[in-house]
């Protein structure tokens, strides 16, 4: 499976971003996606995760009410949405598919992983 994460940008404090990962291969179906982020200086942390189906979501608390996970197994893209963006979301913002197909927070459990898309927020 190969990921490509874009949708990234500049954007002001309270905006709003909407990422998306598109993935090649018949089996992306079958994967769970997570997206994670990092910020300079600061260790790779978990943003939210979706099951194969998309039937369960999981996210971070700083994400909870404010972002969206999607997935279209037809199109085999991931979607994050950010609503009311802080500038402590400033990040490069990587996703990632889990052949366990659940969903998971803890990044060593995914297989593949995108090169990331820079989100910066300004204040």
């Known amino acids: 499976v190969q990921l490509q994460a874009f949708g990234g940008g500049l954007v002001q404090a309270g905006g709003s971003l909407r990422l998306s990962c598109a993935a090649s291969?018949?089996?992306?179906?079958?994967?769970?996606m997570g997206w994670f982020r990092q910020a300079p200086g600061k260790e790779r942390e978990f943003v939210a995760a979706?099951?194969?189906?998309?039937?369960?979501?999981y996210y971070a608390d700083s994400a909870k009410g404010r972002f969206t996970i999607s997935r279209d197994n037809a199109k085999n893209t991931v979607y994050l949405q950010m609503n009311s963006l802080k500038p402590e979301d400033t990040a490069v913002y990587y996703c990632?598919?889990?052949?366990?197909?659940?969903?998971?927070?803890?990044?060593?459990?995914?297989?593949?992983w995108g090169q990331g898309t820079q989100v910066t927020v300004s204040s």
């Open positions: 291969g018949r089996t992306f179906s079958s994967y769970a």
């Open positions: 990632a598919a889990d052949h366990r197909g659940w969903g998971s927070s803890n990044y060593k459990q995914y297989d593949y």
């Open positions: 979706i099951s194969w189906s998309g039937g369960s979501t």
